[in-house]
């Protein structure tokens, strides 16, 4: 099932009065093509287009989104550093209960990932992965989720 929320930067909530919401959540991000430290990683080299950034929030997955829109916040993971350089859009989300950030990212074939970024905490090859357009990055990360029999949300900046 696919439902669509929709919302702005100001008033952006993906389940009012639930604070505790977990979930696994997909960043679809628009980047004009940079070059950029990312801590541990070094300079890394981001070709122009979409990208899909795969994350989870366990203790509140509100929380989580939030501060990747925020632009007031310490630079802690490498999405931070990303995120100086390119734009969030949209957000798909998964209110699933079980673990699937992991599983989620292996599903994604898009035209390549940035290696290493984003999972210093597991075995995957990256949790971002480029898209040369909105459309292709979308309906990745749909797909991912119905595969693995969660419900997609998805919040509109």
Not at 42 to 47: A, H, L, M, N
Not at 77 to 93: G, T
Not at 135 to 147: G, H
Request: with cysteine; hydrophobic share 30%.
């Amino acid at each position: 099932m696919y439902i669509r929320k929709e919302c702005t930067y100001e008033n952006a909530q993906l389940n009012p009065g639930d604070d505790a919401m977990k979930g696994t959540y997909c960043l679809i991000i628009n980047c004009r093509g940079t070059e950029r430290r990312i801590g541990s990683l070094g300079t890394v080299s981001f070709p122009p287009g979409f990208y899909v950034y795969v994350g989870s929030g366990f203790n509140s997955l509100e929380a989580r989104i939030k501060r990747h829109l925020s632009s007031e916040k310490r630079r802690r993971w490498h999405i931070d550093h990303f995120l100086d350089e390119a734009d969030v859009e949209c957000v798909l989300y998964t209110t699933d209960k079980r673990k699937l950030e992991c599983k989620v990212s292996e599903k994604l074939h898009g035209d390549g990932s940035i290696d290493k970024f984003g999972c210093s905490d597991c075995s995957c090859t990256s949790h971002l992965h480029h898209f040369k357009n909105k459309n292709d990055a979308t309906e990745s990360v749909r797909r991912a989720f119905m595969e693995l029999g969660a419900e997609v949300h998805e919040w509109v900046i």
